[in-house]
């Protein structure tokens, strides 16, 4: 997944509703709102990958993506 978001040309809304749900899910401030396991997330990145819906999240985080990060300098 994360060769597929850096190699690619989408940009913020332009982003798939199911990876933005993916996203948004492991984000989540609420421990109980994230995937319970690695594999739980794996299985959705790859159903994602293959074309196939994932599973539908409530998600309270929209995820800013392509957003620049500050640089800290010493």
């Excluded at 989408?10 to 984000?27: A, E, N, Q, T, V």
């Excluded at 690695?38 to 993506?65: Q, S, Y």
Aim: some cysteine; hydrophobic content about 35%.
């Amino acid at each position: 997944a994360a060769t597929y978001i850096r190699d690619s040309p989408m940009k913020g809304d332009d982003m798939p509703d199911d990876l933005i749900s993916i996203i948004g899910r492991c984000l989540e401030k609420a421990p109980e709102q994230r995937y319970p396991t690695a594999e739980a997330l794996a299985l959705d990145l790859d159903r994602f990958l293959e074309g196939k819906k994932v599973a539908k999240h409530t998600t309270t985080v929209r995820p800013r993506v392509g957003c620049r990060f500050p640089q800290w300098h010493n």
